[in-house]
């Protein structure tokens, strides 16, 4: 099929149902702009079928493992098909908390204190909380997932040697870092140009799987972040080095905690949501850039070599 689309979603990350969700929302909206699109789930042996294909481009709509973390994206530029977001390089960086924060770190971006511990950690965790000088509330986290997974705020140690354990069973490194009270605020970066910030307030103890994805959970969406305009600037500004240092592509979300009149940056996010309760869409709306204007946009975006 000439000019053909092919939207990947699905995958075989635990955020297989919310790709699903952005996949068929991007394909709606490039077939109203009158693409040719054909949805493929990227998981078991996806990559005959897109041979088979022969798509002119590749629209990236995974999320998580797999999708998020370089993997895909060498398979297509060994293939060499356009496709959208970040290349392979940026999107491994990102994709690991540990080298994203590093890079961070050097180039003047705060992040929460931190360490990583590997499974033997009863040999290192009071070592290194002592090191860093990091007292509980404590954030315990995978280093490589998205969407809030595995994420545990753990008030004491008891607490912490229970989550722990229970993430020990399907991943090797564990973040651990301070906790970091006050505002949520999120950024979009569009290209090289920031498009906005939000506050989001959830109604849970944070901004969880369910705050993100379920309606329900009834978290409260502040566009624009109520900041004076030096400090909501700067949070712009942040979001778009962090973008610049990680080498992105396309389109980016930053999470930041705002405390104490400074920013904290908790991830660079390359593959955000773009499901109807999803930010970047909420803040490109507000910039006055349509849910289809946006897509299309990225899908122009799309290249090899990213």
Known sequence: MKNLVVMLL???????????????????ALRKRGYKVKELDAAGHFVNKLKKLKPKFVFNALHGKYGEDGFVQSILEALKIPYTHSGVISSNLAMDKELSRHIFEKNKIKVP?????????????????????????????????????GVHICKNKIQFEKNYKKLTKNYERILVEEYIPGK??????????????????PRRQFYDYKAKYSSKAKTKHIMPAPLSKKIYNKALILAKRAHKVLGCKGITRSDFRFFKNKFYLLE???????????????????????????????????????
């Open 184 to 201: 949520e605020i999120q950024v979009a970066v569009m290209g090289n140009k920031p498009l906005g910030a939000i506050e989001l307030i």
């Open 113 to 149: 204190k931190y360490f990583v511990l590997h499974k033997d950690y009863k040999e290192n965790f009071k070592k290194k909380i002592k090191n860093k000088k990091i007292k509980f509330p404590i954030v315990i986290k995978p280093i490589n997932e998205g969407s809030s997974l």
């Open 268 to 306: 660079t996010n390359t593959q955000p949501g773009m499901t109807k309760l999803s930010l970047v869409p909420e803040i490109a709306q507000y910039c006055g850039i349509s849910f289809e204007d946006l897509v299309v946009w990225m899908l122009k975006d799309a290249s090899t070599n990213r």
């Open 10 to 28: 699905g995958g075989s990350s635990g955020e297989r149902k919310i790709s699903f969700l952005t996949g068929k929302a991007c394909s709606e």
